[in-house]
């Protein structure tokens, strides 16, 4: 089953049936929404920006941050030309506004730009929104647009290479528990940490280019693919993830590509935050309990070996994730799993509200819920202390931090390679000097908790062959 993407619709007018149907079959194309990810300072795109800026001075006497508005143009108009085919873009306003947005672009600034776009024709509406009382989601659909040959033609000379990376996206952002965009000020992104994240990421962009990372067609792989954002929730105590749009693909995708002209392989910490939660809370490297001293799998939870390994892992998850055990068991009565009809790969998702479930309830009913929650306590006793408390974003900082930890060994001996969250992808021939890298970021990190025993992990070949992985954490630091 293939999950359509949605968005919050824009409601300005009330559809017809007829064009419920065409954004229906719009959407089977899986149009993307537009991120304002560009930029450029081709004489086209200037030229362009300024018309542009011009256009909508004329309906404002007074314009609040006029200084910002030629490089928002830039950032807006190099988007949209490097955007081929449809886009979608929702124009309702309480999503630009302060507080809100969920994007750091999106702010009024671009939404008044792009309305100017439309009234000059330079974007047109191909479906219109779709308002939640019509949508089968029960959230509806934001309005389609596609650039028109009038602003194809004001960028004629216009090349792939005349575009940059936005430059002011940030590296390091917060949100809130709904997802939105937490305001940073001014001096934030001017400190010296923020910067020293900031030199790492280009930094690593800029070996991944040198070194040549390619699909599995040998075309260069977009940078803008590959632009690592480290994203906390809340305050700079939580979360604290290494983010990038590669990581969203499947990872059959991600393992063909090539690295230096030579396929990759990937080092994935096996048992990531239980490791995590044993080492640094509990003083060892493995369990004690009478059943899972036998089973090294934190997942294998009795009486439920039917279920994926990876439903297991996510159900696990959920139970350190959440703040109370009342709240496991809602989040986990809310969690659907469906079989990808492309990648044929297992998806999951946990709803909240009204939003249209797919696919088949994990458990039953909450008895059955809290029947998987016993049989875990039972099974694994040394995490019963860390369910329901909201350890999850905590692990997710220490994992973070042992990626940050991996970047800044990478850079000193300039090895490329692409973090997903705690798992690595380098050319195959480089599998022993990522475990190396690993090990002593592992040590940095976590200290004397990281410094005895072994560190279980999985190698998967470019062939997708998987192999167990033991790394000795008593040796010394590179």
Same mark, same amino acid.
Request: aromatic content about 8%; overall charge positive; proline content about 4%.
């Given at each position: 089953?293939?999950?359509?993407?949605?968005?919050?619709?824009?409601?300005?007018?009330?559809?017809?049936?007829?064009?419920?149907?065409?954004?229906?079959?719009?959407?089977?194309?899986?149009?993307?929404?537009?991120?304002?990810?560009?930029?450029?300072?081709?004489?086209?795109?200037?030229? &362009? &920006?300024?018309?542009?800026?011009?256009?909508?001075?004329?309906?404002?006497?007074?314009?609040?941050?006029?200084?910002?508005?030629?490089?928002?143009?830039?950032?807006?108009?190099?988007?949209?030309?490097?955007?081929?085919?449809?886009?979608?873009?929702?124009?309702?306003?309480?999503?630009?506004?302060?507080?809100?947005?969920?994007?750091?672009?999106?702010?009024?600034?671009?939404?008044?730009?792009?309305?100017?776009?439309?009234?000059?024709?330079?974007?047109?509406?191909?479906?219109?929104?779709?308002?939640?009382?019509?949508?089968?989601?029960?959230?509806?659909?934001?309005?389609?647009? #596609?650039?028109?040959?009038?602003?194809?033609?004001?960028?004629?000379?216009?090349?792939?290479?005349?575009?940059?990376?936005?430059?002011?996206?940030?590296?390091?952002? /917060?949100?809130? &528990?709904?997802?939105?965009?937490?305001?940073?000020?001014?001096?934030?992104?001017?400190?010296?940490?923020?910067?020293?994240?900031?030199?790492?990421?280009?930094?690593? @962009?800029?070996?991944?280019?040198?070194?040549?990372?390619?699909?599995?067609?040998?075309?260069?792989?977009?940078?803008?693919?590959? @632009?690592?954002?480290?994203?906390?929730?809340?305050?700079?105590?939580?979360?604290?993830?290494?983010?990038? $749009?590669?990581?969203?693909?499947?990872? &059959?995708? /991600?393992?063909?590509? #090539? +690295?230096?002209?030579?396929?990759?392989?990937? @080092?994935?910490? #096996?048992?990531?935050?239980?490791?995590?939660?044993?080492?640094?809370?509990?003083?060892?490297?493995?369990?004690?309990?009478?059943?899972?001293?036998?089973?090294?799998?934190?997942?294998?939870?009795?009486?439920?070996?039917?279920?994926?390994?990876?439903? /297991?892992?996510?159900?696990?998850?959920?139970?350190?994730?959440?703040? $109370?055990?009342?709240?496991?068991?809602?989040?986990?009565?809310?969690?659907?799993?469906?079989?990808?009809?492309?990648?044929? !790969?297992?998806?999951?998702?946990?709803? /909240?509200?009204?939003?249209?479930?797919?696919?088949?309830?994990?458990?039953?009913?909450?008895? !059955?819920?809290?029947?998987?929650?016993?049989?875990?306590?039972?099974?694994?006793?040394?995490?019963?202390?860390?369910?329901?408390?909201?350890?999850?974003?905590?692990?997710?900082?220490?994992?973070?931090?042992?990626?940050?930890?991996? @970047?800044?060994?990478?850079?000193?001996?300039?090895?490329?390679?692409?973090?997903?969250?705690?798992?690595?992808?380098?050319?195959?021939?480089?599998?022993?000097?990522?475990? !190396?890298?690993?090990?002593?970021? +592992?040590?940095?990190?976590?200290?004397?908790?990281?410094?005895?025993?072994?560190?279980?992990?999985?190698?998967? $070949?470019?062939?997708?062959?998987?192999?167990?992985?033991?790394?000795?954490?008593?040796?010394?630091?590179?």
């Amino acid at each position: 089953m293939n999950k359509p993407k949605s968005l919050s619709s824009n409601v300005s007018k009330k559809p017809s049936a007829g064009t419920l149907q065409g954004y229906r079959e719009a959407v089977s194309d899986e149009v993307v929404f537009l991120s304002i990810r560009r930029y450029s300072e081709h004489p086209e795109v200037y030229a &362009a &920006a300024d018309l542009l800026v011009k256009e909508f001075s004329k309906t404002r006497q007074r314009l609040k941050n006029k200084d910002k508005l030629p490089k928002d143009a830039k950032k807006l108009i190099a988007s949209i030309w490097m955007h081929e085919g449809l886009f979608r873009f929702t124009t309702k306003a309480e999503h630009f506004s302060k507080g809100k947005r969920k994007q750091v672009w999106m702010t009024n600034r671009t939404l008044d730009l792009f309305n100017c776009m439309r009234g000059l024709k330079w974007v047109k509406e191909v479906k219109g929104a779709i308002p939640p009382y019509l949508a089968k989601n029960e959230i509806g659909f934001s309005a389609i647009y #596609t650039s028109t040959d009038t602003f194809k033609t004001l960028l004629r000379s216009l090349t792939k290479e005349d575009i940059t990376i936005n430059p002011d996206l940030p590296c390091v952002l /917060r949100k809130n &528990a709904d997802k939105q965009v937490i305001e940073e000020p001014e001096s934030f992104y001017s400190s010296k940490p923020y910067k020293e994240h900031q030199s790492l990421i280009q930094a690593h @962009l800029e070996r991944l280019r040198r070194h040549k990372t390619c699909w599995a067609d040998d075309s260069e792989i977009d940078p803008i693919e590959l @632009l690592l954002t480290r994203q906390f929730t809340e305050d700079f105590a939580h979360g604290g993830r290494w983010y990038c $749009n590669f990581q969203n693909k499947p990872k &059959a995708v /991600r393992n063909s590509i #090539t +690295i230096g002209g030579k396929p990759v392989g990937s @080092l994935d910490i #096996t048992q990531c935050h239980p490791m995590l939660i044993l080492r640094i809370f509990k003083g060892k490297e493995s369990e004690d309990g009478l059943f899972s001293r036998h089973n090294e799998d934190v997942y294998q939870v009795a009486g439920f070996e039917h279920l994926d390994r990876g439903i /297991r892992k996510k159900a696990v998850n959920t139970l350190f994730n959440a703040n $109370n055990e009342a709240e496991a068991i809602k989040s986990l009565g809310n969690t659907h799993w469906w079989i990808d009809g492309i990648t044929s !790969e297992v998806e999951i998702e946990t709803y /909240r509200g009204k939003k249209k479930r797919w696919g088949s309830p994990i458990f039953k009913d909450a008895k !059955e819920v809290k029947k998987f929650i016993g049989n875990f306590k039972l099974v694994h006793p040394d995490f019963v202390d860390a369910l329901g408390t909201g350890i999850g974003l905590q692990l997710q900082g220490f994992d973070g931090a042992v990626t940050h930890q991996v @970047l800044k060994f990478s850079e000193s001996i300039d090895l490329p390679l692409i973090p997903i969250h705690e798992e690595y992808l380098v050319a195959e021939d480089k599998k022993a000097v990522v475990e !190396e890298v690993l090990r002593s970021s +592992i040590q940095v990190v976590l200290q004397k908790a990281g410094q005895y025993g072994t560190l279980s992990a999985k190698w998967t $070949n470019s062939l997708g062959d998987e192999t167990k992985v033991k790394i000795d954490l008593t040796g010394k630091k590179l």
